[in-house]
């Protein structure tokens, strides 16, 4: 009657179903509902052991994921600014390798320039001293017979008046035109010794400024040579850690979006 009241098929076919069995089909429908409440309760604490594993498992990806690529950043800078370092210092040793050759090779050509010039000077005084030399040899002489032939006419018996006194011939000038030539002399030779001991000085200098630069250009050469394998290493390295970070970013972008893929059904819905 309650049935057909309220119209309720529901409760009619149940009203129907216990007529017939009251006892049985009440505990079959009871215990019928006990399993699926049980299966209702079995899949919810799977989905939820499934949740909690997808989710941890997930948040380690990310963390992992997210330290390497910050990791990999670090390191790209890192290189970069080495590599930076490492094109500057090696174009400033090239330019200075440059530059030493430049100064060598000047220094080069001043200095057989200087040392021509110098042997010219000490060959042109060489041969004016041997040509004084050889003009004091002949005064000397003729000097030293004017005076015998003067003392020679002094012992003649009859002497003309105008002999009254000693002849001298040129002695007075002799010691002026020799010691004249002697102070000649005695500057070119000056000159030679200065300039051999200048042309040797300068040579001096000379070697030991094309050692330094040598041993200079040679360091530089080294080090230029060092930097540069290293900056090929690290280049070489560079592109391995983009290529390495480019598939960590591609796999952290993938955990970030299985994360937001698990929201809805694990963190939203409050099962974890």
């Known amino acids: 009657e309650r049935a057909h009241a309220l119209n309720s098929r529901v409760l009619s076919a149940l009203a129907v179903r216990v007529e017939a069995d009251p006892f049985v ?16 309760a079995n899949e919810e604490a799977e989905h939820k052991g499934w949740c909690d594993t997808e989710l941890s498992t997930n948040e380690q990806t990310r963390k992992e994921k997210t330290e390497a690529v910050e990791t990999l950043h670090a390191e790209i800078d890192q290189l970069e600014a080495s590599i930076a370092k490492l094109t500057e210092d090696i174009s400033e040793l090239t330019k200075a390798v440059a530059e030493l050759d430049a100064a060598m090779s000047e220094a080069t050509t001043l200095r057989l320039d200087e040392k021509a010039k110098n042997e010219q000077t000490i060959k042109d005084a060489g041969e004016a001293q041997t040509a004084v030399a050889q003009a004091l040899t002949v005064l000397k002489e003729f000097y030293a017979k004017a005076g015998e032939a003067t003392a020679f006419m002094q012992q003649q018996p009859a002497a003309p008046e105008i002999f009254d006194a000693p002849y001298k011939g040129m002695q007075s000038e002799n010691g002026g035109v020799i010691g004249m030539l002697e102070v000649i002399e005695s500057d070119f030779a000056r000159l030679e010794a200065d300039t051999t001991a200048g042309e040797a000085t300068a040579q001096k200098e000379y070697d030991n400024f094309m050692t330094d630069s040598k041993v200079d250009k040679e360091a530089k050469s080294k080090d230029t040579e060092h930097k540069t394998a290293k900056k090929q290493d690290e280049e070489q390295a560079l592109t391995v850690k983009g290529n390495d970070l480019e598939g960590t970013q591609k796999e952290l972008d993938a955990a970030l979006a299985y994360f937001d893929k698990l929201k809805p059904s694990c963190v939203d819905a409050g099962v974890s």
């Open 25 to 40: 089909k009440v505990k079959k429908m009871i215990k019928d509902l006990i399993v699926r409440l049980m299966e209702e």
